[in-house]
């Protein structure tokens, strides 16, 4: 089910455990990013892409309390990149 969030966009409305689930995401994602920097320092690759393919919306609601939270696109872009030193 979906309802209109604050920014008028759609968002999922979800129990706890989504919240959960994203947490787990968000930190795999970062996770990932830390272990690629390396291999981007060395030149193996110039960019790196999450998909996520079950992504949904931005936003999500809590079906309880009507309280929104990020989902995982926006997770996915609040990763921390790490700085690349490129020569």
């Known amino acids: 089910m979906t309802r209109r969030a604050k920014d008028g966009l759609p968002a999922r ?3 706890p455990w ?3 689930k994203l947490a787990y995401v968000g930190r795999y ?5 830390t ?3 390396p ?3 060395q030149g193996r ?8 393919l079950l992504a949904g ?3 999500g609601i809590h079906r309880h309390t009507s309280a929104e939270f990020d989902g ?5 872009l609040k990763v921390r990149r790490h700085s690349i030193a490129c020569s």
């Open 18 to 20: 989504t919240q959960e």
């Open 72 to 76: 995982s696109p926006l997770r996915a």
């Open 57 to 59: 919306p931005g936003l």
């Open 29 to 33: 994602a970062q996770a990932f990013m």
């Open 13 to 15: 409305v979800s129990g």
């Open 39 to 41: 291999r981007r320092s």
């Open 45 to 52: 690759w110039s960019d790196l892409a999450y998909i996520d």
């Open 35 to 37: 272990a690629m920097a």
